[in-house]
């Protein structure tokens, strides 16, 4: 029962506060990251293996070893701990605070304010895009992090409590750090990507079943099964497909990047995506941390009542 009450205090914090905006312990632990790099890269796994240990490890145990401590001495304290730690690492708020500006420019007819606002959310050359591919992209974005920033973060605290929300949340960090196939990461990036498909791979799923429920389900399913296995990654494939498919939606397709479109499966089915996608996406990844919230305290009561039987 504390930990789903942990959970929703930690939603309340983020709904009331979003990120913290002079110190946030992530920009702290991404400079950390950067260190480390440039003092233990090399051109191997085992480099990169190391470097993964060396930054996320430490952090993991201290914050297991002070969630300990409070639990045992000040349950209290270790109640708002786990309330503010959790707080940290999800990022709902954030969410809407960088997808709304861009769906309010579409919806202005402000396609240069559009770019602007979507290329703070997504990696590829947005000066290219229209209209309905600056909609795609920021719907993309939502989706795909209602898992990474949120739903993830949520699950493995509910499994491991605070050192498992942290485990994930810096796991997710390095992956999006080093994580990419180019020539300076493939191989010292190996261990990052991987790590974070491994503790994505049951959020993820339960991230596009919330989707599924909550949206146009026979077709979510549908776009989930035909679909998400031809996306590069395995834990987003099934996330945006259902997702896309929820809100009876095109998404995927080409996208630039570094001046080259490249291709991408397509994502959905339904209409182009619009200013509207983006607001229909926000709403959608909300309704779905009420149910994991909702699903959660049920059984925290269900749980508590059986130890009290």
Known sequence: ????????????????????????????FGRLVTFVESRLHRDRRSAGIAAWCVVVLPVVLGA??????????????????????????????????????????????????????????VSRDTAALDDSQVAAAATESVLENGNDAVFGALFWFAVLGVPGAVLYRL?????????YRTERYERYGWAAARIDDVLNFLPA??????????????????CWRVQASHWDSPNAGPVMAAGAGALGICLGGAAPYD???EPRPALGEGDPADARSIVRALQLVRRSVVLWLVVIVLLGIIRWGASHA
């Open 64 to 121: 297991w070893v002070i969630n300990a401590w409070l639990g045992h001495d000040a349950p209290w304290l270790g109640f708002v701990y786990q309330a503010v730690v959790l707080y940290v690492v999800i990022g709902l708020r954030s969410l809407g605070d960088h997808a709304t500006p861009v769906a309010r420019a579409l919806e202005a007819g402000d396609i240069l304010g559009a770019r602007t606002a979507v290329g703070r959310m």
């Open 171 to 179: 796991a997710n960090t390095l992956d999006a750090m080093w994580g």
């Open 1 to 28: 029962m504390t930990t789903a009450l942990a959970m929703v205090a930690a939603v309340l914090l983020d709904a009331w506060l979003g990120e913290p905006r002079r110190f946030h312990p992530l920009v702290a």
């Open 205 to 222: 799923r339960l991230t596009a079943m919330s989707y599924l429920l909550l949206g146009d389900a026979a077709r979510a399913w549908r």
């Open 259 to 261: 001046g080259v479109w």
